[in-house]
């Protein structure tokens, strides 16, 4: 589960793989393949100071932006607060939800950009946060506050993206807050041509989303809440769509 990455343009995903449980398990399985073994000097080095391509400035820009969008949706002061940071990647959400006074566990399911973002945490925010790596899923890491999904379910299907929500709303008592890839032109220009040429390469295939077909999509796998979209974020290479559920 994970940070948007520079964008790759999506390739053809068999639907009757993506529509259980076992659909879910092999895009994990793809994106923890991608994150911890193909792209993790790359995410490295975008999420740090390091000089980038011009391309990958606008990625950086625009991560940059939606995390700020993504902060104002929660209390300024979380002093008291259990927050999941859900793909916490290299750790700059993590660092600010504990700058906050959030008790934070960060989770993500590459090992090796978990131990990047445990490196890089300021000490005096130590005692705050808890690092593990897995699946943001998983029940056994228990009830939250508030819930920070960025851009680590922008791989999956409005069904496995209503099953995430309606998993995470029973052990979230005030806010989820995510991104999905918007179904805008250029998304899905990108993903039909992507249809057209089969890959067999690793890295993960973004599904763009409307809003509307979310919404129904996770109410029929019981999400009560009222999924709101919040704002979108266009920056060059960086699109993404923030959106709340408010439990």
Known sequence: MRDVAPFTPPAAVPE????TRSGYDATLGRVETYFDKTATKTWERLTSDAPVSRIRETVRAGRDRMRALMLSRLPADLTGHRVLDAGCGAGQMTAELAARGAEV?????SPQLVDIAELRLPEEYRKQVTFTSGDMLDTALGRFDHVIAMDSLIYYTAQDIGTALAGLEKRTDRT???TVAPRTRLLMAMWYAGKLFPRSDRSPVMIPHAHQPLARAARAEGVSGMIRPVERISSGFYISQAMEVRT
Do not use: G, H, R
């Not at 566990?105 to 399911?109: E, G, K, P, R």
């Open 105 to 109: 566990l960060a989770i993500d399911i």
């Open 16 to 19: 009757a793989a993506l529509q």
């Open 176 to 178: 989820i807050v995510f």
